[in-house]
């Protein structure tokens, strides 16, 4: 026998409202209840951070060993990575708001975040420039990369800016000396050059330039004195280019606004901070470290505007106590629940089969609890 069944002649206005609100209400529970997820390689980065965190208390102890003291008013957290306001080291002004924020061990975890996403992995060569401005951001990039196992070869200024590491007792190659002498990495600066104004030592009297050159020599490092902006980034290069042999750099790091790295000012701002796989054709007019290795498609890592870096992945600016290690959006991420989406989904499909493809929907919105209704029947199909 065929069958017959039954079905509304059309679908009344009451019932689309109906499933329309039914269906944003569902929308609004998927939305709400989000669930929190573990990011990608999640081990990595808290090994990263666990290791930045380490790394910057062992400095802050041997600042207190050489007598210097911690400012908890500059350095709320105690972390002793933010330095002095002047000092005969100091080379250019700096916001202390950034300083402060770098000094959150958990943005080595961001560090590995760029790397892997450059395509970095163990056994890689990856170019590396920074001064003295940021230690806590130095420390971080030093824990990233011995934690995901590449080989940087690395190039620093010695000079710094405000805040930064700026005592003449304990400048950031000394406190990269001691890290490697320690253990904490296996690798350090190979040269190092005076910084300042265009990597020159501009601005810096002749005492100062001379207790530079001294730590320079007494950490054992090549000196890099090029005379001019131009040169200064040929030597650069150079270095880098003979330090690499026959392998492949496979991402350039820049950690502050160094003239030589970044290409002055107007090469600063051209980057965005954060990983960089391409630049427009005006930026690459503009000749710095980071010009040179992008030309050759080499990714760049352009750590600079910490508190924007800190936004985007979720972590606290100028934090007045330094964060526990696995804090933050780059270790965990909130994200729509694949089961409630899937009952909202089903909840949905089967409402629209019992008030569209059957008569209940019909006589529930009618309020009628049987078919004796007024009219005309609805017709068999």
């Known amino acids: 026998m065929k069958r017959l069944y039954w079905r509304p002649r059309q679908v009344s206005q009451s019932i689309i409202v109906f499933m329309a609100a039914f269906s944003l209400l569902g929308l609004a529970t998927v ?14 980065k808290m090994q990263a951070a666990e290791l930045s965190k380490e790394m910057m208390e062992a400095i802050r102890n041997e600042k207190l060993h050489l007598g210097m003291r ?23 002004s700096g916001r202390l708001g950034a300083k402060q924020t770098s000094t959150n061990p958990n943005l080595a975890a961001v560090v590995i ?16 420039g920074y001064s003295g401005s940021f230690p806590g951001m130095n420390v971080n990039v030093l824990a990233a990369l011995k934690t995901i196992g590449a080989r940087p070869v690395i190039l620093a200024s010695a000079g710094s800016s405000q805040w930064g590491a700026n005592h003449p007792k304990f400048l950031w190659i000394d406190m990269e000396t001691m890290l490697y002498e320690e253990q904490y990495i296996p690798f350090r600066s190979v040269a190092c050059s005076i910084g300042g104004y265009e990597d020159l ?18 950490n054992g490092m090549k000196r890099l004195e090029a005379e001019d902006f131009a040169s200064a980034i040929d030597e650069r290069m150079n270095v880098y280019r003979k330090q690499a042999g026959s392998q492949e750099y496979k991402a350039y790091i820049n950690v502050g606004g160094g003239a030589v790295s970044v290409g002055k000012t107007i090469g ?10 391409t630049a427009s054709r005006a ?10 290795f992008m030309r050759k498609d080499v990714p760049v890592i352009h750590l600079v505007e910490m508190d924007q870096i800190a936004m985007m992945y ?23 629940s694949r089961l409630l989406i899937l009952a909202v989904l089903l909840a949905i499909l089967g409402s629209l089969r019992i008030f569209v493809l059957t008569d209940f929907g019909h006589r529930f919105m009618k309020g009628r609890g049987s078919r004796k209704i007024s009219g005309q029947p609805e017709p068999m199909v």
Do not use: C, H, W
């Not at 975040?113 to 590396?128: E, F, Q, R, S, T």
């Not at 601005?203 to 007494?218: A, N």
């Not at 979720?314 to 729509?336: D, I, S, Y």
């Open 201 to 218: 030592g501009i601005g810096l009297g002749d005492e100062s330039r001379k207790m530079i050159r001294k730590s320079i020599t007494d």
């Open 31 to 44: 939305e709400y209840f989000r669930v929190e997820a573990p990011q990608e390689d999640l081990d990595l």
């Open 113 to 128: 975040d760029m790397l892997i996403k450059a395509g970095v992995g163990k056994g890689d060569l990856v170019a590396v």
């Open 268 to 277: 600063k701002r051209a980057y965005k901070p954060g990983l960089n796989r």
């Open 314 to 336: 979720n972590m606290p600016l100028k934090p007045q106590q330094q964060p526990a290690v696995g804090e933050g959006g780059v270790f965990k991420q909130t994200r729509r």
């Open 283 to 292: 930026t690459m007019q503009i000749d710095s470290i980071m010009t040179r």
């Open 70 to 92: 911690i400012n908890t008013v500059i350095d709320p957290g105690s972390t002793g990575m933010i330095g002095e306001l002047m000092t005969p080291l100091t080379t250019l």
